[in-house]
């Protein structure tokens, strides 16, 4: 496990066990918690329970700040994405923020800039486009 | 996992899982941070008695969804609380403080019925309900929950304006 003071994820500093872990997308965490809350409240017959606080607050959240909402785009979004060599960590962000253009792609995730991993100017632009035709196919 | 031998029986498994849930999900620890939910048991193994208890051990192998802030990282959170100290973010179970000295300097703190940071045009304005988009510059775990600080002092940080996502 890294130090407290090691940690930095602008620079892809975030521990073995998160670098090797799926991180989803808020959008994508949504679905997930939906389904898991839809299941207790079935499985207690009731749909007045009282959800974990966690669980509870984590979805409001997520649904706050889901940028995309039909399954079908979730999905598509991370199609897109991962074409771009990025690290998971890298596809999580990019896809919550939708950033709108370079700058603020490379502000937001600044491990985009590491030199000799490919990622030009280029590249991000065209990264982002594609990210946006999904969101106006939504 | 520990199990109750009065859970033992037919439905052994169905019972290991539902206490893993009721036991680990909304937990919180330093390396992992919060367990929200569990979405998958990979493989559960042999038992283990314990002496004297009765009680019996298993190894149970599973996926979950966590929640981990990290240092560096850039995320949207909603305004909970704004005094003349800066203000308190919250996204999901994650409490987040700025402190006024990482609001940009042109943003002013007015007192009243609804405090908040406003910029000296009035164009921006950080109050109760606010969405931002901040950067976690600090974390701090205790056994049950997660404490950040965080900035929206730099570039592409601050009010999310965009009606989109309002």
Redesign the interface.
């Known amino acids: 496990m890294l130090r407290a003071d090691e940690e930095d994820a602008s620079e892809l500093k975030i521990g073995d066990d998160f670098l090797k872990a799926k991180c989803l997308m808020n959008s994508e965490v949504a679905i997930l918690l939906e389904h898991r809350c839809d299941q207790m409240k079935h499985m207690s017959g009731d749909s007045t329970t009282q959800l974990p606080q966690v669980l509870e607050k984590s979805l409001q959240y997520v649904k706050r700040f889901s940028r995309f909402t039909n399954q079908g785009s979730v999905k598509q979004v991370r199609e897109v994405l991962s074409r771009y060599q990025l690290a998971e960590f890298e596809l999580a962000v990019i896809g919550n923020l939708c950033p709108e253009n370079v700058d603020e792609a490379k502000s937001v995730v600044p491990s985009l800039k590491t030199k000799g991993r490919g990622h030009d100017d280029e590249a991000i632009e065209r990264l982002l486009n594609d990210l946006l035709m999904v969101k106006k196919f939504e | 996992m520990q199990l109750h031998p009065r859970h033992f029986g037919r439905n052994l498994r169905e019972n290991l899982v539902a206490k893993l849930m009721k036991d680990v ?2 937990t ?1 620890s330093g ?2 941070g ?4 569990i ?1 998958g048991i990979e493989n559960i193994g042999k038992g283990l008695i314990r002496d004297g208890t009765g009680f019996v051990t298993f190894p149970v192998k599973y996926q979950c ?1 966590v ?2 802030p ?7 959170a ?1 305004v909970t609380m704004v005094n003349k100290m800066g203000f308190f973010a ?4 994650v409490q987040i403080f700025v402190s006024n000295h990482l609001i940009p300097d042109d943003m002013e703190f007015q007192s009243g019925d609804m405090p908040n940071y406003t910029t000296s045009d009035g164009s921006v304005k950080i109050q109760k309900d606010s ?1 931002v ?1 901040l950067k ?1 510059i600090g ?1 701090r775990v205790d056994a049950t929950e997660i404490f950040c600080i965080g900035t929206i002092k ?3 940080l601050g009010v999310i304006n965009d009606p989109a ?1 309002a």
């Not at chain 2, 990290?70 to 949207?76: R, V």
């Not at chain 2, 919250?90 to 179970?93: C, H, K, S």
């Open positions: 999900e909304g919180c390396q992992h919060f367990v929200v939910a979405t969804v929640f981990r990290f240092k560096g990282e850039i995320l949207e909603v919250e996204a999901g179970p969405e988009r976690i974390t730099d570039d592409f996502t």
